[in-house]
C-alpha cells in the first residue's frame, strides 16, 4: 500500500509538471486584456505540486510506523485481472474488428472460461446480446458503432445501412 | 402561491401520454441499474445521456431522472437480499436490512425500505417545489464573483467534510480541474494542454470520466471478492405490505429527522451516500433500542433510506437554481443539462419555466411510478442478480463501451474509459475521493469563466471576492470549510492542555 501510496504520489507530481509546462506555453501571466489562457491552469499545477507533496511526504515519512496491509492480496490481483486484460483485448478488438464481433467473441471467452459454460450456450448468448445490439443500435437508433478499422465484416457481410 | 400556479402547469407539461412512457421505462431502467453492479447511477445515466439527444430536452430530463429515482430505489433491493449494495447510498441499508432478511422479514424490510425512499423524496420535492424558486430569485443578483465564491464554497466543502486526508481530496479536485482545462479555450481559442493530438482537442468528457471510474472501476473492486450472488427468497405479499404500513408510523421522528439530515446533505456537495451513513449514525445513537441496530432493527432501514432518497433527490435544488450540482449523479445531470444548450442557473427559472416545472412535477409522479413498481417487481429484480457474474460483468462492460463510444463518436473515449477504470479502482483503493474530480471536471469551466470575469471587473485584484458582504461572506464561509480538518487538528491540540 505505502508503495502505491508513493508511486500515485508521484504520479500526480509529474501530472502537475506536464500541466505548468504546457500553461507556461500557454503565457500564464496577465496579458494585455486580462488573464492570459494559460493562468488559471498554471495556478492549478502549482497547488496539484503543492498538495501531492504533502502526500507524498505524508505517506513515506509520517506514516512509516503504521502498519499497512498490502495494497492487493495476489488472489484479489488475479480475479481484477481476469477482468481487466479481457477487457484491455475486447477494446482492441472493438477498434480493429468492430464492437458486434468483439462482444461475440467477448462474452463467449468469458462464458466459457470463467463461467465453464459448454461452448455452444455461450455463443447463443454471446449472438444474442450483439443481435440486440445490433438491432437497437442501427436501426432504432439510428447510432453508428464501430464496425473495425482492419477488418469489417460489417461491411462483407453487406448489412450496413447505405 | 404562485408556485402552486407552476406545479401545475408543470403537471400539464409532465402527464403527456410520451412522458408518462418515459417515466415508467426509466423508473424500471433505474431500478435495474440500481440492482446492478457497475451500473450506478451516475453510471447509468451517463451512458443513457447520448441516447436522449433525439428527445426534446423536457422528455429527456424526466427520463433521466426517473432513471435516479428508479436507482434510488432499486440499490435498496440488493443490499436487503443479497447484503451487496447496488449502490453506495445503499450501503447503510445492508446493516439492518440483511439481517432482516435472513430473519425470514425480507418483505417487510423491503417495504419498509421502499416506503421510507418515497417519503424522504416527497419531503425533498415539496421543498424543492417552494425553495428553488426563491433560491433562483436571489440568485439572479449574483455577480460573476458571487458565483466564483458559490463555486468556491463548494469545492471547500468537499475538502472540509471529507473525513480522509484533505491533501488527497485538494489532489483529485485540481486534477479534474486540469482535465477540464484540455481543449479549446473558449475565451481566446489558443487549444490548451494538447500536445499536438488531434485527440486532446475535444478535451475530456466528464461522462467518460463518469463510466470509466463509476462503471469499470467499480466492477474491478467487486472483482476483488470474486462474486457469489446467493440471496433470501423475497416476495412481497399485499399482508405484509399493509402491515408495514402499520408499523411505519411510530418511526415519524426519524424519519423526519433522517429527511432533514438528506435535504442537507442533498444541497450541500455531500449527496446521498454520506447521508446514508450520517442518518443511520444518528438514529442509531438516539434510539431507544440502540443495542438492536445491526441486528434487524426496521428503524436501521428508515433511517438511512429516508436520507439518501431525501438527498438525491434535494441535490437537484441547487442544480437547477444555482447551476451547482449536489451531487456526482445531479452533475451528470447537470452535464446533460448543458449538452442539451440550457444554462441551469437563476435564468432557468425564468427562460424556461416549462422545463423546470415539468421536471418538478415528474417528480412527484416519478417517485411515486417508483413505489409502484419496485412494490410490486421485486421478485423479477432480484432475479436479474441471480444470471451468473460470468454472462453479467462482460455484458456490462460492452455496455459501458457502448455508452463511452455515443457519446462523441470516438474509439479514443473507450481507451479513455478503461483509463479512468483503472483510476477510479486505483483511487477508491487508496482513498482519493472521486467525487470531487468528476464534479472539477464538469465545474471546471464555469468556475474558470467566472473567475476570468471576476478578474477582469476588478483588473487582477483578488480583493473582488471580498468587495461586498454577500460575496465576502461566502468566501469567508469556503476558507473556513477549506481550513475546517486544520481548525480540528488545532483544537484537538489545544484541548489536552487546558
Redesign the interface.
Known amino acids: 500500500?505505502k508503495v502505491?501510496?508513493i508511486i500515485?504520489a508521484i504520479i500526480?507530481m509529474i501530472?502537475?509538471l506536464?500541466?505548468m509546462y504546457?500553461?507556461i506555453k500557454?503565457g500564464s501571466n496577465?496579458g494585455s486584456?486580462?488573464?492570459?489562457?494559460?493562468?488559471?491552469?498554471f495556478y492549478?499545477?502549482v497547488?496539484?505540486l503543492l498538495?501531492?507533496a504533502?502526500?507524498l511526504y505524508?505517506a513515506t515519512i509520517v506514516n512509516k510506523k503504521k502498519i499497512t496491509e498490502s495494497?492487493?492480496d495476489k488472489k484479489?490481483l488475479g480475479?481484477?485481472m481476469?477482468?481487466?486484460l479481457?477487457?484491455?483485448i475486447?477494446?482492441l478488438g472493438?477498434?480493429l474488428i468492430g464492437?458486434y464481433v468483439s462482444?461475440i467473441l467477448?462474452?463467449a471467452?468469458?462464458?466459457i472460461?470463467?463461467?465453464?459454460?459448454p461452448p455452444w450456450k455461450a455463443i447463443v448468448?454471446a449472438l444474442g446480446?450483439s443481435a440486440a445490439?445490433y438491432f437497437m443500435?442501427e436501426f432504432w437508433?439510428q447510432?453508428?458503432?464501430?464496425h473495425g478499422s482492419w477488418i469489417n465484416l460489417i461491411e462483407l457481410l453487406g448489412m450496413n445501412e447505405k | 402561491m404562485e408556485e402552486i400556479n407552476s406545479l401545475f402547469n408543470g403537471f400539464a407539461v409532465a402527464m403527456s401520454p410520451f412522458n408518462m412512457l418515459l417515466m415508467l421505462v426509466g423508473v424500471t431502467l433505474g431500478v435495474i441499474i440500481g440492482v446492478l453492479p457497475g451500473l450506478g447511477g451516475a453510471n447509468g445515466i451517463a451512458i443513457l445521456l447520448?441516447?436522449t439527444f433525439?428527445m426534446p430536452p423536457t422528455s429527456a430530463i424526466i427520463m433521466l431522472s426517473c432513471i435516479y429515482w428508479g436507482a434510488l430505489f432499486g440499490g435498496a433491493i440488493t443490499s436487503i437480499l443479497f447484503n451487496i449494495p447496488g449502490e453506495p447510498w445503499s450501503v447503510a441499508t445492508t446493516f439492518d436490512g440483511y439481517p432482516m432478511a435472513r430473519n425470514g422479514k425480507a418483505g417487510e424490510a423491503l417495504t419498509a425500505a421502499f416506503t421510507s425512499s418515497f417519503i424522504g423524496a416527497f419531503f425533498a420535492v415539496v421543498m424543492i417545489t417552494f425553495l428553488a424558486p426563491l433560491v433562483a430569485k436571489f440568485a439572479l443578483k449574483f455577480g460573476p464573483p458571487e458565483f466564483f465564491s458559490v463555486y468556491l464554497l463548494t469545492f471547500c466543502s468537499f475538502v472540509g467534510m471529507n473525513k480522509g486526508?484533505p491533501?488527497?481530496t485538494?489532489?483529485a479536485m485540481?486534477?479534474g480541474?486540469?482535465l477540464a482545462?484540455v481543449g479549446m479555450?473558449t475565451?481566446?481559442g489558443?487549444l490548451?494542454?494538447t500536445?499536438g493530438s488531434t485527440e486532446l482537442m475535444r478535451g475530456f468528457d466528464f461522462l467518460i470520466a463518469v463510466i470509466g471510474l463509476f462503471g469499470?472501476g467499480e466492477?474491478?473492486l467487486s472483482?476483488?471478492?470474486?462474486l457469489a450472488f446467493h440471496g433470501a427468497a423475497a416476495k412481497i405479499r399485499r399482508q405484509v405490505v399493509l402491515e408495514t404500513w402499520a408499523k411505519l408510523p411510530k418511526y415519524w421522528a426519524t424519519s423526519i429527522r433522517s429527511c432533514l439530515i438528506g435535504c442537507w446533505m442533498g444541497i450541500t456537495p455531500g449527496g446521498a451516500t454520506p447521508a446514508s451513513f450520517m442518518a443511520y449514525g444518528v438514529a442509531k445513537r438516539l434510539s431507544k433500542n440502540s443495542e438492536n441496530f445491526g441486528k434487524g432493527q426496521m428503524e436501521g432501514i428508515v433511517a438511512p433510506e429516508t436520507a439518501a432518497h431525501a438527498a438525491g433527490t434535494s441535490a437537484l435544488l441547487p442544480m437547477l437554481s444555482l447551476g451547482i450540482p449536489g451531487s456526482p449523479t445531479a452533475a451528470v445531470l447537470l452535464g446533460g443539462l448543458l449538452i442539451w444548450g440550457l444554462q441551469p442557473g437563476p435564468l432557468l427559472f425564468v427562460e424556461k419555466p416549462d422545463f423546470v416545472w415539468g421536471l418538478i412535477a415528474s417528480m412527484y409522479l416519478g417517485n411515486l411510478a417508483g413505489l409502484f413498481v419496485v412494490l410490486t417487481c421485486v421478485p423479477l429484480f432480484a432475479s436479474i442478480l441471480r444470471i451468473?457474474?460470468?454472462?453479467i460483468?462482460?455484458?456490462i462492460?460492452?455496455i459501458c463501451?457502448?455508452g463511452a463510444?455515443?457519446v462523441h463518436?470516438a474509439?479514443f473515449d473507450?481507451?479513455l474509459m478503461?483509463g479512468f477504470?483503472?483510476m477510479g479502482?486505483?483511487f477508491k483503493?487508496?482513498d482519493?475521493p472521486m467525487a470531487p474530480m468528476v464534479l472539477a471536471l464538469v465545474l471546471g469551466d464555469r468556475a474558470?469563466d467566472s473567475?476570468?470575469q471576476s478578474?477582469?471587473i476588478s483588473q487582477?485584484s483578488l480583493g473582488v471576492f471580498f468587495s461586498n458582504f454577500l460575496v465576502a461572506g461566502i468566501t469567508t464561509l469556503a476558507l473556513l470549510m477549506l481550513l475546517w480538518p486544520l481548525i480540528g487538528i488545532v483544537m484537538k491540540k489545544i484541548k489536552p492542555i487546558k
Open positions: 500500500m502505491m501510496e500515485t500526480f501530472l502537475g506536464i500541466v504546457g500553461s500557454l496577465w486584456d486580462g488573464p492570459e489562457a494559460g493562468y488559471f491552469p492549478i499545477s497547488i496539484i498538495s501531492s504533502i502526500n505524508q495494497f492487493v484479489s480475479q481484477v481476469a477482468v481487466l479481457p477487457a484491455i475486447f477494446v472493438v477498434q464492437i462482444s467477448y462474452i471467452f468469458f462464458m472460461w470463467l463461467g465453464k459454460y448468448v446480446v445490439l443500435f437508433f447510432i453508428p458503432l464501430p | 447520448p441516447l433525439t486526508s491533501f488527497k485538494i489532489s485540481m486534477l480541474f486540469a482545462t479555450d475565451v481566446t489558443q490548451r494542454l500536445f469499470i466492477i474491478l472483482m476483488e471478492e470474486g451468473p457474474f460470468s454472462i460483468a462482460p455484458v462492460i460492452v463501451a457502448v463510444y455515443t463518436t474509439l473507450v481507451w478503461l477504470g483503472l479502482y486505483i483503493k487508496l482519493y474558470e473567475f476570468r478578474m477582469l487582477g
